[in-house]
């Protein structure tokens, strides 16, 4: 079935370096795709979206990249923080245009001071 | 805070009881998606409203019903609860469909003892 997978399930760093998060998606249907920041406690939050007739968008201090051809996704956060640290998923809107979101399972983010 | 509430924040049942979940969405939003946090199974899609009518089904046991009422805030029903059914339940809006970004409540921590 539809299906989006992160690669690592903890990513470790030191606090002001950049941070790079990997999501691999399966449908190659999805035009839509997005990054949240899931604290402990609280629902996932909003980072940055990107739409696939782009390959990057920027942010406030995060980058999403996207490989159409690889079908994958990351999101680069840069002069990583402690309040950085989090659960991030990657979520793509999958074959249907119902609006609805498929989510990876999650990596967590650990920033070290 | 996303805009998002749901109530209540905590909720703790016994086996075989009936449970209700409440969300009021963003101020202006159509859409409602349900959605189920597991430590094992991540983010899963249950169902989304749009304007108070079904508009996509996923997961969804036949155990679990939802709707949409027309000031636009929603429930989901549990019933016959099983030990299986712990989990979070993640409300989230959306302005209008398809492929915009999804705004989360806090969530309800569903405990069933």
């Known amino acids: 079935g539809e299906s989006v997978g992160l690669h690592l399930p903890t990513l470790s760093v030191q606090e002001g370096d950049n941070s790079i998060i990997n999501c691999a998606y399966s449908?190659?249907?999805?035009?839509?795709f997005i990054w949240y920041k899931q604290e402990s406690g609280k629902g996932p939050q909003f980072i940055i979206d990107?739409?696939?007739?782009?390959d990057k968008r920027q942010g406030q201090r995060v980058t999403v990249l996207l490989n159409k051809t690889v079908k994958h996704l990351s999101l680069q956060i840069a002069a990583t923080q402690p309040g950085d640290s989090a659960v991030y998923f990657c979520?793509?809107?999958?074959?249907?245009?119902?609006?609805?979101?498929?989510f990876g399972q999650g990596t967590t983010l650990q920033v070290k001071p | 805070d996303s805009g998002v509430t749901q109530t209540p924040k905590h909720l703790i049942t016994a086996t075989g009881q009936r449970v209700t979940l409440r969300c009021s969405p963003r101020?202006?939003?159509?859409?409602v998606y349900w959605y189920q946090q597991s430590l094992d199974q991540g983010l899963q899609f249950l169902i989304q409203?749009?304007?108070?009518?079904?508009?996509a089904k996923g997961n969804i046991l036949e155990r679990f019903s939802a709707q949409q009422f027309p000031d636009l805030h929603s429930e989901l029903n549990l019933s016959s609860l099983e030990l299986g059914d712990s989990a979070l339940y993640f409300c989230?809006?959306?302005?209008?469909?398809?492929?915009?970004?999804?705004?989360f409540g806090s969530g309800t921590q569903l405990s069933v003892l």
């Open positions: 989230a809006s959306s302005v209008s469909i398809p492929n915009e970004k999804l705004f």
């Open positions: 409203y749009y304007n108070g009518e079904e508009r």
């Open positions: 990107i739409r696939s007739n782009m």
């Open positions: 449908n190659s249907a999805s035009d839509y």
């Open positions: 101020s202006g939003d159509l859409s």
């Open positions: 979520a793509e809107n999958g074959s249907s245009n119902t609006g609805k979101l498929i």
